[in-house]
């Protein structure tokens, strides 16, 4: 064999196995679990955010929002609007109808 394809080889072994990751226990392979428990300071109940339903999201409607349902952020959502698909906890969703209207809230 000759010595440049030798090392090609070499490289070409050493680069595959960096990329491969083994879990260093059962619990590694295991993914986190979001927090869901109510005592959670960031546990968020979209139902307690239905009074902004119908409404425009104004600064203090959003405010008033993401406080009745105990969130960490708030974000509005225009329908048809590319979002992040990342779960947090303590993150209130209020989507707004065509009309700009606060039309569903959600937590994600």
Partial sequence: MSRSLMLSAI?????L????????????AVPP???TDPA???????GKAS???GQLPSAVVVEA?????????VRTLRQGQPITKEFRVG?????????GRIAS???S
């Fill in 17 to 28: 196995s960096a990329c491969a990751q083994a879990p260093t226990s059962e619990a590694a």
């Fill in 105 to 107: 809230a959600n937590c």
């Fill in 51 to 53: 009074d902004a339903i």
């Fill in 11 to 15: 490289v070409l072994s050493l680069a």
């Fill in 40 to 46: 959670s300071p960031s546990h968020c109940d979209a």
């Fill in 65 to 73: 929002a993401r406080k009745a349902a105990g969130a960490e952020v």
């Fill in 33 to 35: 679990q979001p927090a």
């Fill in 91 to 99: 993150r209130l969703n209020l989507v707004l109808d065509a009309e």
